[in-house]
T-cell receptor, first 111, second 115 residues
Framework: GESVGLHLPTLSVQEGDNSIINCAYSNSASDYFIWYKQESGKGPQFIIDIRSNMDKRQGQRVTVLLNKTVKHLSLQIAATQPGDSAVYFCAETGNFNKFYFGSGTKLNVKP | KAGVTQTPRYLIKTRGQQVTLSCSPISGHRSVSWYQQTPGQGLQFLFEYFSETQRNKGNFPGRFSGRQFSNSRSEMNVSTLELGDSALYLC??????????????FGNGTRLTVT
C-alpha cells in the first residue's frame, strides 16, 4: 500500500506498554479537536474527539487530554498492540467547517 | 452503514491533462470536504460543500475545483495537471451543519500520479 508520512516523527514502543502522542496547536479559537489513525493504504480513521469545555475524555484504551493554556493535545493509548502501529494525526477546528491537521506521528509497536 | 466511497482508487495522468475524482458520502451526510495529502505537506484542506454550495475553500490554485450534487455526492476536478499535483486525495463527509462536535469520516482516497 501507499506509504504515509515518510519523514514523520516516530515513536517506538514495546507491545503492552502505554503510548503518548503529543500535538501542539496554534489557534486559540479552536474549540473542537479530534485524533485520527491512518494505516498504510487507508484514509484517516476517527479515534476520539474532545470539545474545548473538557480537559479529558476516555474511550476504549485511549484517552485524550487537552491543555488549552499551552495549546496542547495528547493521545494516550493503553497496552499498545501491534495493530496500533500507524500514523496518528490531531485535527482542530474553531473556524466553521474547516479542519487543520497536524503533521502526524508514526507509532511503531515492537513485539 | 457504508462508509465514504472514493473512485477511482488509483489514477495515472500526464502533465497538462485533467482529472475528475468522485466521492460518495455516508448516507445522510450532507457535508463533503476534500483534502490533499502529501508526505511533505501533510493534509491540506481543498474545499467543503454543503447542500451543493461551496462553503469554504483552501489555498489552492483555481485549477482545483469541485461540486456537489443534490444526492450529496461530490466530484473534484484538477485541470492542467502538474507534477506537484501527485498526491493522495481524500474525501470526508460529516453529518452536522458545522464541524464542531461532528467528526469527519474519510474515504480511502484516490492516489493520483502525474508523470
Amino acid at each position: 500500500g501507499e506509504s504515509v508520512g515518510l519523514h514523520l516523527p516516530t515513536l517506538s514502543v514495546q507491545e503492552g506498554d502505554n503510548s503518548i502522542i503529543n500535538c501542539a496547536y496554534s489557534n486559540s479559537a479552536s474549540d473542537y479537536f479530534i485524533w485520527y489513525k491512518q494505516e498504510s493504504g487507508k484514509g484517516p480513521q476517527f479515534i476520539i474527539d474532545i470539545r474545548s469545555n473538557m480537559d479529558k475524555r476516555q474511550g476504549q484504551r485511549v484517552t485524550v487530554l487537552l491543555n488549552k493554556t499551552v495549546k496542547h493535545l495528547s493521545l494516550q493509548i493503553a497496552a499498545t498492540q501491534p495493530g496500533d502501529s500507524a500514523v496518528y494525526f490531531c485535527a482542530e477546528t474553531g473556524n466553521f467547517n474547516k479542519f487543520y491537521f497536524g503533521s502526524g506521528t508514526k507509532l511503531n509497536v515492537k513485539p | 452503514k457504508a462508509g465514504v466511497t472514493q473512485t477511482p482508487r488509483y489514477l495515472i495522468k500526464t502533465r497538462g491533462q485533467q482529472v475528475t475524482l468522485s466521492c460518495s458520502p455516508i448516507s445522510g451526510h450532507r457535508s463533503v470536504s476534500w483534502y490533499q495529502q502529501t508526505p511533505g505537506q501533510g493534509l491540506q484542506f481543498l474545499f467543503e460543500y454543503f447542500s451543493e454550495t461551496q462553503r469554504n475553500k483552501g489555498n489552492f490554485p483555481g485549477r482545483f475545483s469541485g461540486r456537489q450534487f443534490s444526492n450529496s455526492r461530490s466530484e473534484m476536478n484538477v485541470s492542467t495537471l502538474e507534477l506537484g499535483d501527485s498526491a493522495l486525495y481524500l474525501c470526508a463527509s460529516s453529518f452536522n451543519t458545522d464541524f464542531r462536535g461532528s467528526p469527519l469520516h474519510f474515504g480511502n482516497g484516490t492516489r493520483l500520479t502525474v508523470t
